[in-house]
Structure formats: structure tokens, C-alpha cells
């Protein structure tokens, strides 16, 4: 039986599927393509690159697909990649793989190339053993194990970028609105057709939606963290501030060391700030200062699902300088410049 094989569903993934399959072709015993009905070379990029490549009519149904890449693999252990995805760290984490039959949950760091948008990370779980397979139309899950465990594998993904999120216009939204029509209480739904909303940027469809996510998703769901720090941004953006603070005031016991909670918590008092400047220098602005030095007090947590690089870092030291800026506080300014600075060259360094 072989050990390790990559497992794949692509479709017109000619510009990026090599790149996906050489940062998975040293750690792999073998690599499975299933192409789900490409008009590029899709197919003939992952053959050349060493891929065994299949075919499969596409139905609408992303764990139909997923299902049928799996099928064809006797592995042990199976790797899962999109082809807008690849290997970007810890790939030594594939050499220990868990050894009670969990899942094994892989860090996606998301890209963007869009300006003020954010590029967050999540953990999602990856690695499945021989026999799990995948549930859901859309946003699919693996189920047949018990429980998960998160290793080194750190994977890159670009699918956020314009022209990516332009070439799949409509397709996840469509195959989400199909879903919740035969599982309306399905929280996770509602919470992935918020970002969806949110990344398209449709601020009132994104808060609703969230609104829905929050009411359904229960406390302890695994992307808690991440729902709330989006749901925070959207009702602000969407001008719902008074559903923004209740949120705020309810959730802040949960995240004491969350940075991106401050980061977002922030922001939404500025927002107030500006809304109502007679309440900006008693109600709004210490808060704001005290939630963005809180971010710099608990440093980056690149473990928690949703984060995002620089909020515990130079992202949070910048806001400060601009802030201190605008108060006309300068030499404090100056520090904060010269703080997010540093702290963005010791990042990328």
C-alpha cells in the first residue's frame, strides 16, 4: 500500500497547477489529478509533471469530485491540495503523520493582491487517512474520523487574488445558495456565503448573512474566532454599528489573546468616533488606543483560525502612529512609525 499520495480535483488550472504539483512532488509517493472537465492544458501540464490523471463530469458537487479523486488512491494517508495551492512550509511534518486514524489539520495562508484587503490564515484539515471521505456540495467537509490534530504543514494559496476570484465569479455562490435551501440551519453555510459576500465585497449581504452565521454556529465551533472578527468588520462596514458593539461586548471575555479581535475592536470605535465626534475623545478614542496597544501586548498568534499576519505586529503599530499622528501627539507618531517598521522587517526578514 503506498503511503502518501497527493489527491487533486482541478479544472483550467493550466497557469497554476505545476507549481501545486512540484511543491508536493518530493514528499509524496504518488499524485492523483482528477480534471473535472478542463479546455486548457490542464490535463496535459499534470501528466508532464508526473500526475496520473483522470477524468470526471463535473456535476456540481465538489465532494462528488473529491470522493472520485480519492477513490483512485491506496494510500495510507492522503494529501488534499487545490491547484492554486501549494507547499509553502513544514513539509517535514509529512514524514509523522498521526498515528490514531485523525485528521490532520494543515495551516492555509491566504494571498491577496487587492489593496486594504486582508490576507488571512485558516486551519483546515488536509490530511485525511485511507477511507474518509467528503460531505457537502460546497465548502465540503471530510467526515469517517473522530478527531483532528494539527500539524507543521503550512500551504500558500493565491485564490483570493483578482483575477482568481474573477475567473470563479458566482460558482461558489450559486452551489451555496443550492445547499442552504436543503439545510437552512446550517450555520457554516451561512458563514461561508458571508465571506463570500465579504471578499465581493457586498457589505449588506455580508452582515446578514454573518448575523445568521453567529445565531446558528454554536460557541465552541472550531472557526468561532474567525466568524466573529469578520462578522465585527462587516456590521461596521455596513454601518450596523450598534450590532458591531453587542457583538464586541458579548465576545470580548472569549478572546483575551486575540489580536485580530483588538485589531477589529478598534477600528469599529474609530468608526464610532467618526460617526458621533462630540462622544470621540470621552467614549471612542481611548478605547481605540487601548485595543490597538492590546494588539501589541499579545503579539502575533498565527494559530488562531483567521488571523492575520501584521495585526499583532506592524499593522497594529502603524494604526498607532496614525492615530497619535492625527492627535498631533508627534513624537509618539514617530515611535509607532518606526515601531511597525521593525516589527514588518522582522516579519518578512
Not at 485558516?122 to 467528503?134: D, E, H, I, Q, S
Not at 456540495?137 to 500558500?156: D, F, K, M, Y
Request: with cysteine.
Amino acid at each position: 500500500m503506498t503511503r502518501l499520495a497527493l489527491v487533486m480535483i482541478a479544472r483550467d488550472e493550466a497557469h497554476a497547477i505545476a507549481r501545486a504539483l512540484a511543491s508536493a512532488r518530493p514528499h509524496v509517493d504518488r499524485m492523483i489529478v482528477l480534471d473535472t472537465g478542463s479546455l486548457d492544458e490542464t490535463a496535459a501540464i499534470a501528466a508532464a509533471a508526473g500526475a496520473e490523471v483522470h477524468s470526471f463530469t463535473w456535476i456540481d458537487d465538489f465532494s462528488a469530485a473529491r470522493n472520485a479523486a480519492l477513490a483512485q488512491s491506496d494510500a495510507a494517508w492522503n494529501l488534499v491540495l487545490d491547484a492554486d495551492e501549494w507547499i509553502a512550509g513544514g513539509a517535514e511534518a509529512l514524514k509523522d503523520l498521526p498515528v490514531d486514524g485523525s485528521l490532520g489539520l494543515v495551516r492555509l495562508d491566504n494571498q491577496t493582491d487587492t489593496p486594504g484587503r486582508e490576507a488571512a490564515s485558516a486551519w483546515l484539515p488536509r490530511l485525511l487517512p485511507r477511507g474518509v471521505r467528503y460531505e457537502g456540495r460546497v465548502h465540503e467537509q471530510p467526515v469517517g474520523a473522530a478527531r483532528s490534530v494539527r500539524t507543521g504543514l503550512i500551504l500558500g494559496h493565491d485564490g483570493y487574488t483578482a483575477a482568481n476570484l474573477e475567473r470563479k465569479a458566482g460558482r461558489n455562490e450559486a452551489l451555496l445558495m443550492a445547499e442552504l435551501q436543503a439545510a437552512p440551519e446550517d450555520g457554516y453555510l451561512w458563514y461561508q456565503l458571508a465571506r463570500e459576500h465579504q471578499v465581493r465585497d457586498r457589505p449588506p449581504q455580508a452582515a446578514l448573512c454573518f448575523a445568521e452565521a453567529l445565531r446558528l454556529a454554536p460557541l465552541d465551533t472550531p472557526w468561532r474566532h474567525s466568524l466573529v472578527v469578520r462578522a465585527l468588520t462587516a456590521f461596521k462596514t455596513a454601518g450596523q454599528l450598534d450590532q458591531a458593539l453587542e457583538l464586541a461586548g458579548a465576545e470580548i471575555p472569549r478572546w483575551p489573546n486575540s489580536p485580530d479581535f483588538y485589531f477589529a475592536l478598534g477600528d469599529l470605535y474609530l468608526e464610532c468616533a467618526n460617526q458621533a465626534p462630540e462622544r470621540a475623545a470621552s467614549d471612542f478614542l481611548p478605547i481605540v488606543e487601548s485595543a490597538w496597544q492590546r494588539c501589541l501586548e499579545i503579539g502575533e498568534q498565527p494559530d488562531l483560525d483567521g488571523s492575520v499576519p501584521g495585526r499583532g505586529g506592524h499593522m497594529a503599530a502603524h494604526n498607532l502612529a496614525v492615530f497619535y499622528e492625527t492627535l498631533g501627539q508627534t513624537e509618539r507618531a514617530a515611535q509607532h512609525y518606526a515601531l511597525a517598521e521593525t516589527l514588518k522587517a522582522g516579519r518578512t526578514g
